[in-house]
């Protein structure tokens, strides 16, 4: 069975157009049709619905598009593991990245694990947490960090907090306060990064709302990331909220950062993987977390 084939099928089905789906795979309709009914002929049953328009999963096309992914998976982990050998590597690790978390403890807990582990490569692979949580049920990878905290069927282990700040802009009002409450922020226009990039954070900062029993803010922008929002913030579209270790990697001249009051709790990053045994190379990788959260950021 090419692999080639399934790849086509796994976006046709997404797609639910072959027309949108040569695109994507950039060959013409008609030769992605026939790969399709190649697969079909070899498996002896028919995968898709073909209706002028619209195309659809059978029953059995459902069944074998997880069937697809696990292959899929399975061969990309064999080339990933066997190009890893090709270096000198004797072990590897694959971590997801979800929420735009780049932050300082990260950083050091990758540097540690080249130190004192240099055998074991470690694959950084940002995304999303829904992509997150999918990439954990088919094998992509062996965990996870996100802030997000209402995730289900994971085994999750909080390694670090941090304190939740307001960027403002200079000259603001708000700049006479030394904390900002949820009351005064409800007050102004936020800026904050889109729930379907940066799902954790935005779980978190509605949590804050909901238990407080304060209406949702007022959204005055959705950006991709922490960069985009101080600009914006720069510019006076309103206030921005983030992490104090994450935002003070993208420090502006034109923002100001702001506590949060204490009211407010600390923001846990949890490392997410699934519910069975560790392997030796994972098992050490959460010790090594555990650590780097227990350290002060102060003391670096």
């Avoid at 498996?43 to 328009?53: A, D, F, M, S």
């Avoid at 950084?124 to 965990?143: N, P, Y």
């Avoid at 699934?274 to 002060?296: H, K």
Wanted: with cysteine; glycine share 8%.
């Amino acid at each position: 069975m090419r692999m080639r084939y399934l790849r086509y099928f796994l976006v046709v089905a997404e797609e639910q157009s072959f027309t949108r789906a040569a695109d994507r795979v950039h060959i013409e309709p008609s030769p992605l049709s026939r790969a399709i009914g190649e697969l079909e002929s070899e498996l002896g049953v028919p995968l898709l619905y073909r209706r002028k328009g619209r195309t659809r999963l059978t029953w059995a096309g459902e069944v074998f598009r997880e069937e697809a992914q696990r292959m899929l998976t399975f061969m990309e982990g064999a080339r990933f593991r066997v190009r890893s050998a090709a270096k000198g590597y004797r072990g590897m690790l694959r971590i997801g990245l979800a929420d735009g978390l780049a932050q300082p403890r990260l950083i050091r807990l990758l540097a540690r694990c080249r130190e004192e582990e240099p055998l074991t490569e470690i694959r950084i692979i940002e995304m999303t947490v829904g992509e997150m949580t999918q990439a954990l049920d088919h094998h992509q990878i062996d965990a996870g960090f996100t802030i997000h905290t209402g995730l289900h069927g994971l085994v999750k282990e909080a390694v670090w907090t941090d304190r939740p700040v307001i960027a403002v802009p200079r000259n603001y009002a708000l700049l006479s306060l030394d904390k900002v409450s949820l009351q005064e922020i409800v007050r102004q226009p936020l800026i904050l990064c889109h729930p379907r990039s940066c799902s954790g954070g935005y779980d978190v900062v509605c949590r804050w709302f909901d238990h407080s029993g304060l209406p949702e803010p007022m959204i005055a922008e959705y950006v991709a990331g922490q960069e985009t929002m101080l600009m914006l913030v720069a510019a006076g579209y309103g206030i921005g909220i983030g992490l104090k270790s994450q935002i003070g990697l993208h420090r502006h001249p034109d923002v100001i950062l702001r506590p949060i009051t204490d009211n407010v709790p600390d923001t846990v990053t949890f490392l997410v993987a699934l519910n069975s045994p560790l392997t030796d190379e994972l098992g050490r990788f959460i010790d090594r977390a555990r650590q780097i959260g227990e350290t002060p950021l102060d003391s670096w």
